[in-house]
Every structure is written in C-alpha cells, then in structure tokens.
DNA sequence: CAGTGGTCTAGACCACGCC
DNA sequence: GCGTGGTCTAGACCACTGC
C-alpha cells in the first residue's frame, strides 16, 4: 500500500487518515497497534513520515505511546469533543445534542471610547463594529454576546452570513478576511444579570449568571476581536478539556 | 557551537533553551529570526533538529512561521503564562501577583456512595479519600475544592505534604505514585452559594459564585480525581489561554 | 531568481520494558 | 537479547514569498 505523492495533502496527513480509518474499525480502546516499523513497511513510508502522523493522533488523542513498550489506542470517550480548542458555543450545543441558533440583536458601527480602545489596543476614537447577538439552544435562550471588531479589518463584514446563513464568526474571519485566530484569551466569572439582559434571556434581575470576557489575537498579535458574553446561570455550562 | 551529545536532555531541547536565551537577549517582536538553515550551520545540528526545536518554540506561542518568508519572534506578553494547561489555583494566583495559600479543612476515607462512585467510575462502597481544602489569596478566602480519589491509588497520600510543604496536588500524584494526568475535563457554571460554604469564604449566603467540576484521567484512562469547587463571585476569575 | 519553511527518505544509535 | 519508541544525521525536492 503507498500514497499518492501529488496530491496537495501531504503524505502523512494521508496516514493520519488511513490510521484513523484502521483504528475504528479494527481496534478496541488500549489494543497495541502495529509498531513503527511495521507501519513503515505496510504503506511504504519512511520512519519520520510515521512518526509525524502518530504525533497528531497522539495530539488529538487518538493513540498515546510508551517508551519500550508499543502504541496504545486511546478511549475514544474522549475524542468526541475537540481539545484544546477555544470555546464555540454552536460546536459545545452540537456536542450536547442541542440545536443551536443564533440572531442578530444589534449590528451598528460606532467610536471606540477610551475602554474599548484600550480592550482592542486601538486610538480612541477609531471605528468599531459592535455585534450583539442572542444564543439560543433548542429555542431556549443561553446567553447574549456582544462582541466588538475594528472595523478597519472587517468593514465588509455581512450580517447575512452571520444570521441568515448562520455561519461561525471565526469562520468568516479566516475564509473572508484570513484573520486567523491564533490565541484566545478568557476570563470566566460569575456575575448578577442586568435588567436589560434579564428580559432577554427571560430570566429575573438579579439571577446569577456566567460571565465570559474574551480577546483573541492574530499571529502578529493584533486584536481581532473582544467579547462579552452573558450566560443564564440556570442553564448554561461552560466545558472545557485539557490534553497533555 | 556544539552541543553535548551525552547529557541526559536531548539536544533539541538544548537547542530550545539556547534559542530562548538567544531571543531574550537579542530580539524585539515581530524581529525575523536566523532561518533553519543558518540555525543548522551555527549549532552543527541537522535540519530534523532544528525544526523539532523550533516546533517546542511555536507550540509554547514564542516564534511563529510564515512559508516562504520565514521564522520570526512572537510577542511574549503571552508568553508569561503557560497556554493549554489545566487550572491550576496556584499558579493563576502566582500569575496575578498573589500569594497563594491553602489550608486543609478535612481528609477523611469513606465508602463511596452511588453519586460518587459512578462519578469516578469504581464500584459502590469502595474507599475513597475526601479532602476539603480552603484556598485563599493574600490571605483572603477565594475558593473551597471538595476532591475526591480513590483510595486505592492514593493511600500514602500525606496531609502534611499539602498543608506544611503547600505541595500541589498534581505535583504529589505524579511525584509520589507516578499518575500523570493526561487529560483534565471541566465543567463550568454560575451557582448560588450554599450556607455553609458562605461562612467560610465569609460572603453572604446567595451571593452568585463561580462553580467548577473537574474530572481527571490519565494515560490509561482511569479516573484519578473528581473535584468540585465553589468560588466566590465577587474575587475570584478564571483565566485560559487557547493558543492554535 | 534566491531564500524560506514544509515534506520526505534511508539509515543509524540510544533508552526503555520485558522475557 | 529483542522489539519498542526517542533522537539524530545528511541529503533531497517542493511550495511559497519577494525581488
């Protein structure tokens, strides 16, 4: 068995996915699989071609390995959900088997003033786009974001995509713009719902809430983004899995 | 330059340390680094080695690659706090600038009832040791973790180590019997706090609180930790860090 | 076009776990 | 001693960037 050498997928990608393949199939959850070598013989690749594939099964927690010993499979419990990736609140509904559902409260272009000039590292005074959005699961409301863009980046930002086509915001950065998310930065705390926020997501003033204050960076450590997001603390949880 | 074949730490972690340093002293953010070829010449090392350096590098958010253009600095405002690991109150309050303290308010053993016993996937009525711990910052309560082990792991474990030497906890299952954690999974949520932990983190009682639920796995698998704990509201904030 | 990072090969030795 | 994963080398070609 070997790969095709000109497709644009690089050959280990492609062995991470005939691996993948093999493993549901074949295996149970802590069999051995075949050895390095072994692997290296069967699809007629060099050992670092091998090798370079397992890592990324093992990042993604597919296999874990030992020294001396051999490659494990992993419980794939724990491979259902993506790791280590930044919070979304449609992939964590999906995961909870909920249909997710977002709408558009507010899209307006406005001024930075001082606080959120500071929280995007722009002059005061800049242009902003202020999106407020409502998050629904179920029909149930979750929580209520309002995120704030420079609108230098993003002026051609379609509310549309967003509601009518329900598409990811960080979709839209990186295909539309090719803003890439390379960091994310949240505080998570608790808080006591406002008024405004209580009609909306239907619950009483003064019920407990989770709050989420987010800045996320671009590979030259730009600001792309700074959201603050208001949860019903009756309904919405927040999971997060760390893979060492 | 060259480096010492013989010691224990593989050479591109040398590489790593060396390149840290060399970036510490000598470059800016967003500075372009030597490319891989000169980095080659300079440290007699092959390119394999020198990509796998400068891979730790990227993945600890220090440099980030650009195809065709090159290798450059990152900027190490989010550099100085560990990215993608689990939580850790020590190290959040350290980062803060806080000191960190934890006192033991209880260790007892105990037969698993049903609740617990599913929770850490042992049969009901095996023994399990319970440890309630109070942690505070600069002397202020902040949080109460309940965690719960089984004890047929942990048997050994030592109160005085937590307390007296302000061990952490993952530093003690790794040190002492060997359990690495390789996956962390959290549950976050807003919640009202009950009475008797309002009297010891000295809030009124409903006062909103940050709650979070933890459930800890290791290579294996197995369940090595259960904790729940309850924050206050008004002090406490959780902080992560995705990088990509 | 030259220079960069991205991928790949073939072969070597070491450190660890197990019999 | 043998098989495993962990590290390392020397050399090659490709794809992308910018002049």
Chains 1, 2 share one sequence.
């Not at 069999?31 to 290296?40: A, G």
């Not at 051999?70 to 509904?93: C, H, L, P, R």
Request: hydrophobic residues 35%; charged residues 30%; proline residues 3%.
């Amino acid at each position: 068995m070997t790969f095709d050498y000109n497709q644009k997928q690089p050959v280990y990608e492609q062995l991470v996915d005939e691996l993948r393949k093999s493993i549901k199939e074949n295996y149970q959850p802590n069999d051995k699989l075949l050895s390095e070598r072994e692997i290296m013989k069967k699809y007629s690749v060099s050992r670092n071609t091998v090798r370079q594939a397992l890592n990324e099964l093992e990042i993604i927690g597919y296999i874990y390995r030992q020294h001396g010993k051999g490659t494990f499979v992993a419980n794939w419990a724990t491979n259902n959900s993506k790791i280590g990736d930044e919070y979304s609140f449609t992939e964590q509904m999906k995961a909870l088997g909920k249909k997710p559902e977002t709408k558009i409260l507010e899209y307006s272009i406005l001024n930075a003033n001082e606080y959120f000039a500071k929280r995007l590292n722009l002059s005061p005074g800049t242009k902003i786009i202020k999106l407020k959005r409502l998050r629904k699961a179920d029909g149930l409301p979750m929580m209520i974001d309002r995120t704030y863009i420079p609108y230098a980046k993003f002026s051609t930002l379609s509310v549309e995509d967003l509601e009518v086509n329900q598409r990811a915001l960080y979709s839209i950065f990186l295909e539309d713009f090719s803003e890439k998310v390379k960091l994310a930065d949240e505080d998570i705390y608790a808080g006591i719902c406002s008024e405004k926020d209580a009609g909306t997501l239907g619950i009483l003033v003064g019920s407990p809430c989770l709050m989420l204050r987010r800045t996320t960076y671009n590979p030259k450590n730009e600001i792309i983004e700074y959201t603050i997001s208001c949860a019903r603390g009756d309904q919405f949880v927040y999971n997060i899995k760390y893979q060492h």
